[in-house]
T-cell receptor, first 113, second 112 residues
């Protein structure tokens, strides 16, 4: 089925380690997003890419970097993981101007010890 | 900037009873409004959206929501819930049609 694919689904890191979360969509969407979900806080936007070649900070960008590798792929990197980054990370994509909502992946559950 | 307040963090309800989830938003510009559902260990799925037109919006699985501009609300309702409606529900707003701001979520637990 068409959609948003995130890898890995689960990961445990030690403080200070680095990691890249991968996201790919096959819906030919121009816009892609990274969110983190924490209990009682809903989803908060980390970074987004309105179109290929552009990236912008969201609400909580500190400690993260992103790369829009091509139209399909949008990766999120933690250079030096901290326990405060323990969360569930969601990638989403959308096509602005088409009346279609954002489509979400199934999430990556990341624990940092 | 936009913000979203979901007024109830937990809503327990009996099977076949009605449920209402409350959502208020603030924004200095016109917004699009959404309700998403998240089942355990899954991503978010769109239930319904309001972009323009009729203020009563019907979505999937028997849910509907009403946009009230004067009260800046977008409450979600279902007349009769099922066990399978147990999930977390998120209200979200967008000033354009891509960046979303989410509420903190409402956990609905349906009991037999």
């Amino acid at each position: 089925n068409a959609g948003v694919t995130q890898t890995p689904k689960f990961q445990v890191l030690k403080t200070g380690q680095s990691m890249t979360l991968q996201c790919a969509q096959d819906m030919n969407h121009n816009s892609m997003y990274w969110y983190r979900q924490d209990p009682g806080m809903g989803l908060r936007l980390i970074y987004y890419s309105a179109s290929e070649g552009t990236t912008d900070k969201g609400e909580v960008p500190n400690g993260y970097n992103v790369s829009r590798l091509n139209k399909r792929e949008f990766s999120l990197r933690l250079e030096s993981a901290a326990p405060s980054q323990t969360s569930v990370y969601f990638c989403a994509s959308s096509e602005p101007g088409t009346d279609q909502p954002q489509h979400f992946g199934d999430g990556t559950r990341l624990s940092i010890l | 900037a936009q913000s979203v307040t979901q007024l109830d963090s937990q809503v327990p309800v009996f099977e076949e009873a009605p449920v209402e989830l409350r959502c208020n938003y603030s924004s200095s510009v016109s917004v699009y409004l959404f309700w998403y559902v998240q089942y355990p260990n899954q991503g978010l799925q769109l239930l319904l959206k309001y972009l323009s037109g009729s203020t009563l919006v019907k979505g999937i699985n028997g849910f509907e929501a009403e946009f009230n501009k004067s009260q800046t609300s977008f409450h979600l309702r279902k007349p009769s819930v099922h066990i399978s409606d147990t999930a977390e529900y998120f209200c979200a707003v967008s000033p354009n049609d891509y960046k979303l701001s989410f509420g903190a979520g409402t956990t609905v637990t349906v009991r037999a």
